[in-house]
């Protein structure tokens, strides 16, 4: 929001010192101009003049009667009042063509869009979720941030991200991220009880996306599945066991953390069983299994359900990461909060447009 206001102010800054100047000269030559009502002209009454002026009206109830305040009105005043036209007009005709230009934008940019991912919460744990998405191949043209902060959207925008600046539990600011067309959303907030919110709009919106919501507390993931949620992460309990392990096991902390660092070493996936994996047992994979997914059950590799495979299985497998370059992104703000732009930025023209506080960019 700084960007419009400090425009807006050097504009009202340059009119009002072209409207000082104008006062200025016009007073100190007040002797060759004529009041129709007491033929004196004051400090006020120049005031009223160069107003009138610059602004075109023009009354004629005090005039330029010396030579030299007619020149002064016709090589100053009148170059002065084109300055202040230009400003005054300029700053419409920039609104107007802003406007029209964003709403271009969000157009082309909406009908662009489909199966696209919503990011809510662009704190910590939302852009490590995006950085992972980034790693497996995701591009950025297809992950929408929503965030209740300008700063971070800002820098959601510079790592070029679409981004949405407003409250996600509300369903408007969700629909400008087009969340009812989204093939899955990720719930990043910093509040347990905003989760909670965005998951009902959300799920209310779109009944088939796929929602993966984290939240602090552990007592709250099963409210978070009942409003919706498929899949929940309890990040303070993650955190607490990751500490215990490390603790306990150093190595096997390193393990852990190599896992779930997606891109590096050692990581987790998920894919379909191939065909000449039917009928084996997991242990017979290529890689190595560690979970079967078998409709929406899912089974430890030495369950006995779990053998042998079938064809409509899935696994969850350990292997080698392809190396990528690490995807590190800008931090906008330090905390999980939880507009829409999409880079270059897109500013809505006020009142209405931008959406109470839902500015618009790319």
Same mark, same amino acid.
């Given at each position: 929001?700084?960007?419009?206001?400090?425009?807006?102010?050097?504009?009202?800054?340059?009119?009002?010192?072209?409207?000082?100047?104008?006062?200025?000269?016009?007073?100190?030559?007040?002797?060759?101009?004529?009041?129709?009502?007491?033929?004196?002209?004051?400090?006020?009454?120049? /005031?009223?003049?160069?107003?009138?002026?610059?602004?075109?009206?023009?009354?004629?109830?005090?005039?330029?009667?010396?030579?030299?305040?007619?020149?002064?009105?016709? $090589?100053?005043?009148?170059?002065?009042?084109?300055?202040?036209?230009?400003?005054?007009?300029?700053?419409?005709?920039?609104?107007?063509?802003?406007?029209?230009?964003?709403?271009?934008?969000?157009?082309?940019?909406?009908?662009?869009?489909?199966?696209?991912?919503?990011?809510?919460? $662009?704190?910590?744990?939302?852009?490590?979720?995006?950085?992972?998405?980034?790693?497996?191949?995701?591009?950025?043209?297809?992950?929408?941030?929503?965030?209740?902060?300008?700063?971070?959207?800002?820098?959601?925008?510079?790592?070029?991200?679409?981004?949405?600046?407003?409250?996600?539990?509300?369903?408007?600011?969700?629909?400008?991220?087009?969340?009812?067309?989204?093939?899955?959303?990720?719930?990043?907030?910093?509040?347990?009880?905003?989760?909670?919110?965005?998951?009902?709009?959300?799920?209310?919106?779109?009944?088939?996306?796929?929602?993966?919501?984290?939240?602090?507390?552990?007592?709250?993931?099963?409210?978070?599945?009942?409003?919706?949620?498929?899949?929940?992460?309890?990040?303070?309990?993650?955190?607490?066991?990751?500490?215990? /392990?490390?603790?306990?096991?150093?190595?096997?902390?390193?393990?852990?953390?190599?896992?779930?660092?997606?891109?590096?070493?050692?990581?987790?996936?998920?894919?379909?069983?191939?065909?000449?994996?039917?009928?084996?047992?997991?242990?017979?994979?290529?890689?190595?299994?560690?979970?079967?997914?078998?409709?929406?059950?899912?089974?430890?590799?030495?369950?006995?359900?779990?053998?042998?495979?079938?064809?409509?299985?899935?696994?969850?497998?350990?292997?080698?990461?392809?190396?990528?370059?690490?995807?590190?992104?800008?931090?906008?703000?330090?905390?999980?909060?939880?507009? $829409?732009?999409?880079?270059?930025?897109?500013?809505?023209?006020?009142?209405?447009?931008?959406?109470?506080?839902?500015?618009?960019?790319?």
């Amino acid at each position: 929001m700084a960007g419009p206001v400090i425009q807006v102010a050097k504009r009202l800054l340059i009119a009002n010192l072209v409207l000082f100047t104008a006062w200025l000269i016009v007073y100190l030559d007040r002797s060759g101009y004529d009041d129709s009502v007491d033929g004196e002209v004051n400090a006020l009454d120049a /005031l009223y003049y160069v107003t009138v002026s610059l602004s075109t009206t023009g009354y004629g109830d005090i005039a330029p009667v010396t030579d030299t305040a007619r020149l002064i009105t016709t $090589f100053i005043i009148t170059p002065l009042r084109i300055m202040f036209l230009i400003v005054l007009v300029g700053t419409t005709l920039e609104v107007l063509t802003e406007r029209t230009r964003e709403q271009w934008r969000l157009s082309h940019w909406r009908s662009r869009v489909r199966d696209h991912t919503v990011i809510v919460g $662009f704190g910590t744990k939302g852009r490590s979720a995006a950085e992972t998405l980034l790693s497996t191949g995701l591009a950025k043209e297809q992950i929408v941030v929503v965030d209740p902060s300008a700063k971070v959207i800002d820098a959601a925008n510079a790592d070029g991200f679409a981004g949405v600046v407003g409250d996600a539990t509300r369903s408007s600011v969700l629909e400008r991220a087009r969340a009812d067309i989204a093939s899955q959303i990720i719930i990043a907030t910093q509040r347990d009880d905003t989760a909670v919110l965005v998951t009902l709009t959300a799920r209310q919106m779109n009944k088939a996306v796929n929602i993966v919501a984290a939240v602090r507390e552990e007592e709250n993931a099963p409210l978070l599945k009942q409003s919706g949620a498929d899949a929940v992460i309890t990040s303070s309990a993650a955190a607490g066991r990751m500490l215990g /392990l490390s603790l306990v096991s150093p190595s096997a902390g390193e393990v852990m953390e190599d896992l779930i660092s997606y891109g590096e070493g050692l990581s987790l996936g998920e894919r379909p069983v191939s065909k000449n994996e039917v009928g084996r047992t997991p242990k017979e994979c290529d890689d190595l299994v560690v979970a079967v997914l078998r409709g929406h059950r899912l089974m430890n590799f030495d369950e006995p359900e779990a053998s042998p495979l079938q064809a409509q299985d899935r696994v969850v497998i350990i292997r080698r990461s392809v190396e990528r370059t690490p995807t590190k992104l800008r931090k906008g703000d330090e905390e999980d909060t939880g507009r $829409f732009r999409t880079p270059p930025k897109m500013r809505p023209a006020k009142p209405g447009w931008q959406n109470p506080r839902d500015e618009l960019g790319h």
